[in-house]
T-cell receptor, first 113, second 112 residues
């Protein structure tokens, strides 16, 4: 398949610290990127998105950075809280892909109180 | 407004059987995509339907099929189940192709 899940990278942070989750995407033609959060037993939950004509977008406590030169995406979470503990996925797609998202392998974020 | 609803939440089937999973999208959403999630392969795209037409298909065997009804509800079917089909099957809906997709909670399929 196009999304291969290997050992899930884990990021462990202290409550209140900032978290940075990284993602390398695969297709230089991708023009739309999304970050999802998935908690145990639930489906992925939309966090923030960014189009390829931008390099930064901010939401509530979250910022997504896009570096098209090296095909890299990052999600920054400010003042991380225990409720942020989950698996985070980046996803990419491009125009005319008919709803097909390509997901990264995911990163497990663990927040210590 | 109601989110994406998938039924059933859990399912146990025997090898060789077939199964049908259902997805009701958010009201007004006409695009529905299906994904398979496993620990080994992660999230993989199965297919997408828009206005009752399949617009895109992932790299899965023909045992995996789907359809969409005029009210945008969608079903996916897996025939001749194999142990490797055990997974969380996720449905997502959107008003446009691939933008702002909202996922359901999934159907956990176990094949024994």
């Amino acid at each position: 398949g196009e999304s291969v899940g290997l050992h899930l990278p884990t990021l462990s942070v202290q409550e209140g610290d900032n978290s940075i989750i990284n993602c390398a995407y695969s297709n230089s033609a991708s023009d739309y990127f999304i970050w999802y959060k998935q908690e145990s037993g639930k489906g992925p939950q939309f966090i923030i998105d960014i189009r390829s004509n931008m390099d930064k977008r901010q939401g509530q406590r979250v910022t997504v950075l896009l570096n098209k030169t090296v095909k890299h995406l990052s999600l920054q979470i400010a003042a991380t809280q225990p409720g942020d503990s989950a698996v985070y996925f980046c996803a990419e797609t491009y125009y005319n892909q008919g709803g097909k998202l390509i997901f990264g392998q995911g990163t497990e974020l663990s927040v210590k109180p | 407004k109601a989110g994406v609803t998938q039924t059933p939440r859990y399912l146990i089937k025997t090898r060789g059987q077939q199964v049908t999973l259902s997805c009701s999208p958010i009201s007004g959403h006409r695009s529905v995509s299906w994904y398979q999630q496993t620990p080994g392969q992660g999230l993989q795209f199965l297919f997408e339907y828009f206005s009752e037409t399949q617009r895109n298909k992932g790299n899965f065997p023909g045992r995996f099929s789907g359809r969409q009804f005029s009210n945008s509800r969608s079903e996916m079917n897996v025939s001749t189940l194999e142990l490797g089909d055990s997974a969380l099957y996720l449905c997502a809906s959107s008003t446009e192709q691939a933008y702002g997709y909202t996922f359901g909670s999934g159907t956990r399929l176990t094949v024994v």
